[in-house]
């Protein structure tokens, strides 16, 4: 799992959705949906930051649970994304 990858996805969430509180960030497998703390505005807002921070493109599909409910699942997905676009 790439560190800056993974630094980058937690400030954006606690800036965005915990106010700078980063005492609350929850631990990397700890679902984002089920905790209430990423609403589907989140998931969007989350979309436009991945795309625009690193320059992957996110197709409607790919907006899933998968993908999107946990730290961890967010920084595989952008290391995919990376990975499959470097090829």
């Given at each position: 799992?790439?560190?800056?990858?993974?630094?980058?996805?937690?400030?954006?969430?606690v800036e965005?959705?915990?106010?700078?509180?980063?005492?609350?960030?929850?631990?990397?497998?700890?679902?984002?949906?089920?905790?209430?703390?990423?609403?589907?505005?989140?998931?969007?807002?989350?979309?436009l930051?991945?795309?625009?921070?690193f320059?992957?493109?996110?197709?409607?599909?790919?907006?899933?649970?998968?993908?999107?409910?946990t730290?961890a699942?967010?920084?595989?997905?952008?290391?995919?994304?990376?990975a499959?676009?470097?090829?």
């Open positions: 799992m790439s560190a800056s990858v993974k630094s980058e996805i937690h400030a954006f969430i965005n959705f915990l106010f700078g509180d980063a005492s609350q960030l929850p631990a990397e497998e700890i679902s984002l949906i089920e905790t209430d703390l990423v609403d589907s505005t989140g998931i969007l807002e989350m979309v930051f991945l795309e625009e921070r320059a992957i493109s996110v197709a409607d599909a790919e907006i899933v649970p998968d993908n999107f409910d730290v699942r967010l920084v595989a997905f952008v290391e995919r994304k990376r499959a676009a470097e090829a």
